[in-house]
């Protein structure tokens, strides 16, 4: 009796220590979640980006760019958007809130990326695109198309498509991308190597990724704009941003604006961005709104209130193009001042771009001016 009660009392411990190693395993699927992409490489899991506070932002004008510092990843962006839906109504300026993303009677599907393999990257992975993919279910585009990103990268990482169709659709002359911030709040420029650099020496380190970026994509030079230069301090004005669209609108008439969402983002400038443009949309002052996301989330978006549109490529020359694209943010030449800041902040989405053989982008029309 005595021998059946410690194998009784052994049994159970085995079962108890499986159930803690099942538990402790998925506690390590989750901090290892592939979509918390923006690990700096020398620190893996330094703290994530804090609540916003309310003096980030004053009167459109970035003060305090120290929550620049790096993306935050899904579960945070869970947490922060319930803990922002319950702070909104005490909060005046929209640019602080990530909207109530809350209830809906349908969302979009999850969007499953794939991550490389080991010792892949946007320097030796090629992929063939699948020929028999096109973009002719997406709502067309005005005649002329202004990408406006926020970072440098934005633009190929979640455009790239969009921005290729729309070339082919409209003629490059008739493409534009609008830069709205130095990118120079990082975390990247604390390291020794940029000891001693203005704001502006800085932001030039950063151009010269995009400059390189928007070539390969095909972007003539005289079509892309730096809106914070506008400044003298260059510092992110969202009144610029405001000033630059009603004069492109006025100009062009027939435009489509595409910049990040306003509600479904992380990033609390990228949700400012799309706010400013959201704004102009709703009071009928431009015609044309559309907004990218980042894949991991699509699945959040009310798809009552939205419409997704996927852009792919389905040729070898755009591949290759949105891939070189990639791959500007990863050269590094001290003697041209290149340092591969894009690719060291956020390699794995660059990585994960390049190794899909479609390299989609994800768009979404909101189909009313009340409700996201």
Known sequence: MKFKRVRKFVNKKRLFLVFVAIVAGQF???????????????????????????????????????????????????????????????????????????????????????????????????????????????????????????????????????????????????????????????????????????????AEYRNREFLDSCKNLGIPRKNIFFIYKERGDWKTDFKLEREFALKMEKKYKSVTHITHSYKYDDHFMHRANGQTLYDLWTKDKIKDLRFYLKPFLVEYVDASNNTLNVYTVNNQEDYNRIKNACRSYKYVDPRKKRAGIGYRTDYLSFDSLVYDPNQKSYIIIQNNKKKG
């Open 28 to 202: 390590m699927i989750i901090k290892s979640d592939y979509f918390d992409k923006n690990i700096d490489r020398d620190k893996p899991y330094e703290e994530i980006e804090a609540t916003l506070m309310d003096d980030s932002i004053e009167n459109g004008v970035v003060v305090d760019d120290k929550k620049d510092i790096r993306d935050i990843n899904k579960s945070t962006f869970e947490y922060n958007t319930k803990k922002e839906k319950k702070e909104a109504k005490k909060k005046k300026d929209p640019y602080y809130t990530l909207g109530d993303i809350g209830k809906a009677p349908r969302r979009l599907d999850k969007i499953i990326a794939i991550r490389p393999p080991k010792g892949k990257n946007v320097d030796n992975i090629n992929r063939r695109p699948d020929p028999n993919k096109n973009n002719d279910k997406n709502k067309p585009f005005a005649r002329y198309v202004i990408f406006y990103p926020q970072h440098q990268d934005d633009e190929v990482l979640w455009a790239g498509s969009a921005i290729r169709d729309a070339i082919r659709k409209r003629g490059r002359n008739n493409v534009f991308v609008a830069l709205v911030s130095s990118g120079t709040g990082h975390k990247i420029f604390s390291k020794k190597q940029f000891d001693g650099l203005d704001i502006k020496e800085k």
